[in-house]
């Protein structure tokens, strides 16, 4: 069974910074794309970036130029570094890893963004 365990959320202001860390237990990490997802009250989650296992990155617009999805498969450990962040960037972010027709996800952590 994958656990994927997330940190790093907060109360930040707008303009600041957050990075949030993904850890994950009982798979061969490194194998597997992983990705952030955000999830907005009333709103459905969205991606927000993903790396694939030789470290292809895909970002959504919103986030582009902004947010940075790194991995150290040492660490089993995915990271999404947010600068410059809006008040519109506040949701719940999940972690997810993709294996194909499944897909495991963490159980989120809140980034509230002040304006």
């Known amino acids: 069974q994958v656990q994927l365990v997330e940190s790093g959320g907060g109360l930040v202001q707008a303009g600041g910074s957050l990075r949030l860390s993904c850890t994950a237990s009982?798979?061969?990490?490194?194998?597997?794309?992983m990705g952030w997802y955000r999830q907005a009250p009333g709103k459905q989650r969205e991606l927000v970036a993903t790396?694939?296992?030789?470290?292809?990155?895909n970002y959504a617009d919103s986030a582009k130029g902004r947010f940075t999805i790194s991995r150290d498969n040492a660490k089993n450990t995915v990271y999404l570094q947010m600068n410059t962040l809006r008040p519109e960037d506040t949701a719940v972010y999940y972690c997810?890893?993709?294996?194909?027709?499944?897909?495991?996800w963490g159980q989120g952590t809140q980034v509230t963004v002040s304006s």
């Open positions: 790396i694939t296992s030789n470290r292809r990155t």
């Open positions: 997810n890893q993709n294996r194909g027709p499944l897909n495991y």
């Open positions: 009982g798979n061969i990490f490194s194998m597997y794309a």
